[in-house]
């Protein structure tokens, strides 16, 4: 409806009601109806939350209290560490310390730094790393409990590192940058001073349940870790099969081989052998080394039942696998 306005000539227009109140009940509805599924959905997420969801334990590892690395890029070393700490479950060992994290840092970042001097900043200095990073420091600098070293001499009660890093980063730029073509005898030194401000001192000697320990007598005594236990798989398509690799990845500072290996196969393979009991007269502390030899085992000798497992698990491959197990079981040296 248009009506005019006499006193200026203006032109005012006006919706009819009928038209208004269909749009209105309209919104409504729709308003309405979001309304009840929000509430249907928040029950929905209520009655979850209240009930849990619910697992069935297949295979049950035991394992350590879960750690919070917080505000630090140190997640190869927390669950590295975490993984050792579950080796020493699986091995036997009662009251399992939780294990220093940043004591894995501090030696990483030393060593870390070193390198990136020596090829003029041509590295990655930071925080990253990677599992065998901690592999290296247990078998170079031993590993200590957290309560001996928390690595926490900075104001805060947890790990935040965004000024460590950026202060290491710049320190390692002005080493490389320096005018003077020639390295100092005391940039090392002015290097491991901030990580002792920071981190705090790296500890010679130090008491654990009334034991004097060094850092490798700990690993040796306490721990009983073998670093040359451990080897690194990955799987990658870039890579020949069956062969090792260096990572091209930033944080591989150690530029540390992995052996590339079909991943599907090596799961299926040795998940066999745990649910059908073929390595219960295998000590617990070889079991490792069981796969990694039984593996390089069928690679040599069983190539073609490798193939055969991948396509499908017939009452014949399934008698092959379990022919194969048993061989090798007669070779294997606990």
Not at 120 to 128: A, D, K, M, S, Y
Not at 154 to 176: P, W
Not at 247 to 262: A, F, G, R, T
């Amino acid at each position: 409806m248009i009506i005019k306005n006499s006193k200026n000539n203006k032109k005012i227009i006006l919706l009819s009601s009928y038209k208004v109140k269909p749009v209105i009940m309209k919104r409504t509805r729709k308003l309405n109806l979001l309304i009840l599924l929000a509430f249907m959905v928040g029950n929905v997420s209520m009655s979850v939350a209240q009930e849990g969801y619910q697992f069935t334990d297949v295979k049950r590892l035991d394992v350590t209290s879960v750690k919070d690395q917080h505000r630090s890029g140190t997640c190869w070393s927390f669950s590295g560490l975490a993984f050792l700490e579950a080796e020493m479950l699986r091995m036997g060992k009662k009251d399992v310390p939780y294990l220093s994290p940043m004591f894995v840092v501090r030696n990483c970042y030393y060593d870390k730094a070193v390198k990136y001097v020596r090829l003029h900043g041509h590295l990655n200095l930071g925080g990253g790393g990677a599992f065998h990073d901690v592999l290296y420091v247990l078998k170079n600098n031993g590993l200590v409990p957290n309560e001996v070293y928390p690595g926490l001499n900075y104001g805060e009660d947890n790990h935040v590192h965004g000024e460590l890093d950026e202060l290491l980063l710049n320190y390692g730029k002005s080493i490389v940058k320096n005018k003077n073509k020639k390295l100092s005898t005391a940039w090392k030194k002015g290097f491991n001073l901030i990580l002792d401000t920071y981190l705090g001192k790296s500890p010679e000697h130090f008491k654990y349940k009334g034991k004097t320990y060094t850092p490798k007598t700990f690993a040796k005594d306490v721990t009983g870790l073998n670093a040359d236990d451990y080897v690194s798989l990955t799987s990658y398509t870039h890579h020949p099969f069956y062969e090792k690799f260096i990572m091209e990845l930033p944080d591989n500072w150690l530029w540390e081989s992995s052996y590339n290996v079909k991943l599907n196969e090596l799961k299926e393979v040795i998940d066999y052998a745990l649910n059908n009991g073929y390595l219960e007269d295998i000590a617990l502390e070889h079991i490792s080394r069981w796969e990694s030899e039984f593996y390089t085992f069928l690679e040599n000798s069983k190539s073609e039942l490798l193939s055969l497992i991948k396509d499908s698990w017939t009452e014949e491959v399934i008698s092959s696998l379990e022919q194969a197990i048993r061989e090798f079981n007669e070779s294997f040296s606990a």
